[in-house]
């Protein structure tokens, strides 16, 4: 198969981002969103702030799934939060596509972190192709996203889910590269999944009002009960040492006005928005532990503080840290 367009599901900070480097490359795509930012992309484009400057990129939209209209050559790209992924899927996998296909016929990509989101995807889709990605990106205001890496935008490590490599990763591979991301391919892509939910368990953190020295305390026991679980499990994450790219191309640069320490389940409690990406980062090793017969509390601690705050509409730092705390 030959990729033609490139249609991305989900215009937060990761989608938008990617769909506004497509356009100024004159590349055909589709960004498919919902709510008030597809609606104010569609009218006004995405001001997309790079370290380099501030782009108004005129981006093709469509507002929901159901109003979308996918091609043979299409290529799909998964970019909700992992919590959407499910809804998403039952809304496009079957969409007709042509005469006798569908959807679910499509090659799919996943920028998702935690190990679910592939999961959920083979459940209709044959071809899944999953990653591991680093990037530094935001989107707390409607209609802009800050994207703070320089020169490379992204690194990422791609493979076909579960496991394998084929002539559309490596189509995908070169698509990625076009648009400055850093990409090396695996055969054994969870196991970058697994490397890169070590340190996203620690995401919920920067939300709790408490001081650094507590934090660090913190996130040593979810990492340590991450790799307790993984091993328990029989993953094993990938290390540093595998990487073949070279990340001295890929910086946070100051200009940008990114700030280092607002990740994405962050920018979600900023922005109103839901906490259950917790319950795929925490929630996920909360799963393998409970299935496996190991213990992880001070995981089920920050989802379950995590879950609380967003219950009861609090902001980041105004989330107790007691819980988590106690549990360590």
Same mark, same amino acid.
């Given at each position: ?86 809804? @998403? ?19 799919? $990509? ?7 989101? *592939? ?20 989107? =707390?205001? =409607? ?86 679980? &993984? ?10 040492? *595998? ?6 191309? &890929? ?36 799963? $393998? ?31 107790? @840290? ?7």
């Amino acid at each position: 198969m030959s990729i033609g367009r490139i249609v991305i599901i989900g215009a937060g900070a990761v989608g938008a981002g990617t769909a506004a480097e497509l356009a100024l490359r004159g590349r055909e795509h589709l960004l498919i969103g919902r709510g008030e930012q597809i609606r104010h992309i569609a009218a006004h484009g995405l001001s997309y702030r790079r370290p380099d400057g501030v782009t108004q990129v005129p981006i093709t939209t469509c507002e929901g799934i159901e109003a979308a209209e996918l091609q043979p050559e299409d290529l799909l790209i998964m970019a909700t939060k992992t919590q959407h992924v499910e809804e @998403a899927s039952q809304q496009v996998a079957w969409k007709s596509v042509g005469e006798g296909t569908a959807a679910t016929d499509l090659p799919i $990509l996943t920028l998702q972190n935690g190990m679910e989101a *592939e999961r959920i995807l083979l459940r209709r889709f044959e071809r899944v192709y999953g990653g591991s990605i680093l990037i530094p990106a935001s989107y =707390t205001r =409607t209609g802009e996203v800050i994207s703070g890496a320089a020169p490379k935008i992204a690194t990422f490590v791609l493979g076909r889910a579960p496991r394998g490599l084929d002539d559309t990763a490596e189509q995908i591979a070169d698509l990625l590269r076009g648009i400055d991301w850093l990409v090396q391919t695996s055969d054994d892509v969870i196991r970058w999944k697994a490397r890169k939910l070590l340190h996203s368990v620690k995401n919920g953190l920067e939300l709790l009002n408490t001081d650094d020295e507590a934090r660090q305390r913190a996130g040593k026991a979810l990492s340590a009960e991450a790799r307790a679980v &993984f091993d328990a499990a029989g993953i094993d994450p990938a290390d540093d040492a *595998e990487r073949t790219v070279d990340l001295s191309q &890929f910086q946070v640069d100051e200009r940008s006005g990114y700030s280092p320490g607002q990740q994405s389940t962050w920018q979600s409690f900023t922005r109103g928005a839901s906490s259950h990406e917790a319950d795929y980062l925490n929630g996920q090793i909360v799963l $393998l532990g409970r299935e496996l017969g190991v213990p992880t509390p001070v995981n089920a601690a920050l989802q379950r503080a995590l879950g609380e705050a967003w219950l009861h509409g609090q902001r980041p730092g105004e989330i107790p @840290a007691a819980g988590v705390l106690a549990a360590i």
